[in-house]
Every structure is written in C-alpha cells, then in structure tokens.
C-alpha cells in the first residue's frame, strides 16, 4: 500500500512539473497561475500546496532535476579515471540537452536562473553551493592525477566552465550554433583552451609592466 501510495504522490508530482514546463513556455513565468498549473496537471488548487508553497518553488525543482540528471548522466557515461575535458563534455552536454527538450521553457530556465526571483534567491543559492561542489569534485580529482596546477581556485574554475557553458547555450538560441554537434564543438575547443591555461606551466607568467614608468 505505501508503495502504491509512494508511486502517485511521484506521478502528481511530475504531472505538475510537466504543467509548469508547458505552461511556463507558452504564458511565462509571471502570467501563469497556480490555478491554471492545476487545471493542466488535472489536479485541484490545493493539491498543489501539499508539493509546493509557490510557483518558484515549482521551478527550482526543475532546476533541481536538471542538476539531478546532469551529474547522474555524468556517473553513468563517463569513467571518473577519464580526462577532465571528456568530463566536462559529458556533464554540460547533458545539461544542455535537458534544458532544451522544450526549447522556450529552456530559455525561460536560462534567464531564470541568471537573474533569480527575490523569493527563490536562498534556494537557488542553495542549488548553486551544491552544483558547484560537485562540479568542484570533479575538479579536484583531475588535480589529483595532475591534469591541473596546483595553484588553481577551484570555486573561479568551476563558476569559468559554468560561464563558458551558458555562452554556448546563448549561441544556440541566438542561431550562432545549430545542432547538438556545433555545441559539443565549440564547448570542446573553449574548455581546452581553459584548461590549457589552467594546465602546469612551464615557464613562469610574464610580470606586467609598470605604467608608471
């Protein structure tokens, strides 16, 4: 019984998450209301409340599960003795296909979590603290087996790839990049070129001149 029970409370859950991408999509974030997220899921107003208090509570799960899915793709394809680089691909390819199963809810979820809501701003960073820790452990395996200097910041280089990520997603909604293989291209040529000047150095950085002078 509490399987069955279990298993429906999971069901309307996604029913309502499946709602929310749709209706995000097609109305935006502001102009759909928990009445009309119902209606779509085929559930009642209140039903809602019992699996989320707000609307952004109801998109930070979705970004949620996007982490979810990224980082168990990651576990599944890639071995954790593989080049960082492979890594690295692997992860945001994943994510990017996630994001852009329903192309304009992508885009909602992309500006939605640049600039979050005031009401979802402790969540999200609650989201951020632990994609960058995983992110971060990947990171510090590869500095393990040498991949990077030992002077590296973990925290800059995770947020230098996430950055690098959303340039690639921005250039896919802008028409610059147009299928899955322009993606992976040019997300394989900027993370080398990162980690090409993350790598082990073998001269010293050149000291800036002084202007002054």
Same mark, same amino acid.
């Given at each position: 019984?509490?399987?069955?029970?279990?298993?429906k409370k999971r069901a309307t859950r996604r029913a309502i998450l499946d709602a929310a991408? *749709?209706?995000?999509?097609?109305?935006?974030?502001?102009?759909?209301?928990?009445?009309?997220?119902? @209606?779509?899921?085929?559930?009642?107003?209140?039903?809602?409340?019992?699996?989320?208090?707000?609307?952004?509570?109801?998109?930070?799960?979705?970004?949620? *599960?996007?982490?979810?899915? =990224?980082? =168990?793709?990651?576990?599944?394809?890639?071995?954790?003795?593989?080049?960082?680089?492979?890594?690295?691909?692997?992860?945001?390819?994943?994510q990017f296909r996630f994001v852009t199963r329903n192309r304009e809810f992508g885009r909602?979820?992309?500006?939605?979590?640049?600039?979050?809501?005031?009401?979802?701003?402790?969540?999200?960073?609650?989201?951020?603290?632990?994609?960058?820790? =995983?992110?971060?452990?990947?990171?510090?395996?590869?500095?393990?087996?040498? *991949?990077?200097?030992?002077?590296?910041?973990?925290?800059?280089?995770?947020?230098?790839?996430?950055?690098?990520?959303?340039?690639?997603?921005?250039?896919?909604?802008?028409?610059?990049?147009?299928?899955?293989?322009?993606? *992976?291209?040019?997300? @394989?040529?900027?993370?080398?070129?990162?980690?090409?000047?993350?790598?082990?150095?073998?001269?010293? =950085?050149?000291?800036?001149?002084?202007?002054?002078?």
């Open positions: 019984m509490n399987g069955l029970r279990e298993e991408v *749709e209706l995000f999509a097609e109305r935006g974030f502001e102009r759909t209301s928990i009445g009309e997220l119902a @209606r779509a899921a085929g559930i009642g107003k209140g039903t809602i409340y019992g699996y989320f208090r707000t609307k952004e509570e109801i998109f930070l799960a979705f970004c949620e *599960e996007e982490i979810d899915y =990224a980082f =168990a793709v990651l576990a599944k394809q890639s071995d954790p003795r593989a080049p960082l680089l492979e890594q690295l691909l692997t992860l945001f390819l994943s909602l979820l992309v500006r939605e979590m640049a600039f979050p809501p005031a009401a979802g701003c402790g969540r999200a960073r609650d989201l951020d603290a632990r994609y960058l820790a =995983a992110l971060g452990d990947i990171l510090e395996s590869a500095g393990r087996r040498g *991949e990077l200097r030992p002077d590296y910041d973990p925290f800059l280089a995770s947020a230098h790839f996430y950055a690098l990520y959303l340039v690639a997603l921005s250039g896919w909604y802008t028409g610059y990049l147009n299928s899955d293989a322009e993606v *992976e291209i040019s997300l @394989r040529q900027v993370f080398r070129q990162a980690l090409e000047g993350l790598g082990p150095q073998g001269a010293p =950085a050149a000291t800036p001149k002084d202007s002054s002078r």
